[in-house]
């Protein structure tokens, strides 16, 4: 009789753990957002074409127009504009261009195939050369830059600034899919950085990898699969008959802000958004903490400074800017 109470205690106990592990995530706190201010235009009138990237940095906002094959620079409350790079086939000019990133007042944008085109103080002053392909964000820390790798075996190349190939190493773990092909492409990540760790997002896979920066060894891996939102998009896709070297993606761009990383999600069809913030803290481990949703429903590019979110509305071609959500003044959404 013990015996019998004792299995039966070990398998409620065992129920008890495994729903506390499925709803872990249930109640992150639910912030909305109000649009602070927008912007459509540039200052000779044209409108944004295709906002690909964008950084804050050192109280400006930088956005890479893909369209236009520049990358614009704005204070904060978009009263002016100057911009870095323009379209053409020269040395210093932007052929390709979807990423960029922003470190010791030099902007380096990985134009596609040709290498990294840095511009300091908005003027061109060098070109890394390197075959490097990739519209993911990439990142720079101590003069080397941590690129997506365009390869089946790494998640990502290092590359050292003084644009020799031969220093171009590799770091990272693939996930082995059905074809080379879909092993490439689903491994592409987006990278983002701290002083001590690089991390890795997928559009695709629901997991967020920290790796050590000098030694390119992972330290932890943040299971997103439990969270609501990512939850219900993975049942969306098991439900799908998918045509082989296929992939839905379900995570968008990405961003690393004061110790927490932000993550652009998708909402399934048939009402299809992708206008969801999840925020990660990031120490002492990686954590989901809240949702942000954004008023409309297409975006894709955004940053996040001490203060705003400034996100591309790719539905109505607008760069519009929100309050950091907080407690203490933030429309709590929980129900």
């Not at 080397?144 to 790798?149: C, L, Q, T």
């Not at 961003?255 to 206008?275: E, G, H, I, R």
């Not at 950091?324 to 959404?333: G, K, T, V």
Request: glycine residues 4%.
């Amino acid at each position: 009789m013990l015996k019998n109470f004792n299995l039966l205690l070990g398998i409620i106990c065992m129920l008890f753990a495994t729903t506390c592990d499925e709803s872990k995530y249930e109640n992150l706190e639910e912030y909305f957002c109000h649009i602070d201010a927008e912007i459509d235009m540039f200052a000779d009138t044209s409108f944004f074409s295709e906002i690909t990237c964008m950084q804050y940095y050192q109280g400006s906002l930088y956005a890479l127009d893909a369209g236009r094959r520049d990358v614009a620079v704005f204070p904060e409350d978009y009263a002016a504009v100057s911009f870095a790079g323009q379209p053409g086939q020269g040395p210093q000019d932007l052929t390709s261009p979807n990423v960029f990133y922003v470190s010791n007042d030099t902007i380096s944008v990985l134009d596609d195939g040709i290498g990294l085109k840095q511009f300091y103080r908005n003027k061109f002053v060098n070109l890394l050369k390197a075959k490097l392909s990739s519209n993911c964000r990439f990142t720079c820390v101590s003069n080397k830059y941590y690129i997506p790798a365009f390869n089946e075996n790494y998640l990502f190349a290092v590359l050292k600034n003084n644009g020799s190939e031969n220093d171009v190493v590799y770091g990272g773990h693939t996930v082995k899919f059905n074809s080379v092909k879909e092993t490439i492409f689903r491994n592409l990540r987006k990278l983002l950085s701290d002083s001590l760790y690089l991390y890795a997002v997928s559009d695709n896979i629901p997991n967020i990898e920290k790796y050590d920066l000098t030694t390119y060894e992972l330290i932890e891996t943040l299971d997103l699969s439990d969270v609501p939102i990512i939850k219900k998009y993975l049942r969306h896709i098991a439900s799908e008959s998918l045509p082989p070297d296929t992939y839905i993606k379900f995570m968008g761009d990405a961003y690393l802000s004061d110790n927490f990383l932000y993550v652009l999600c998708a909402s399934p069809s048939p009402d299809y958004k992708t206008n969801t913030i999840l925020k990660i803290g990031l120490y002492p481990e990686m954590k989901p903490v809240a949702m942000i949703y954004l008023p409309d429903k297409i975006y894709s590019a955004f940053c996040v400074s001490p203060k705003y979110i400034h996100a591309f509305n790719s539905r109505k071609a607008t760069i519009e800017r929100f309050e950091i959500p907080m407690n203490d003044h933030a429309e709590n959404l929980q129900e």
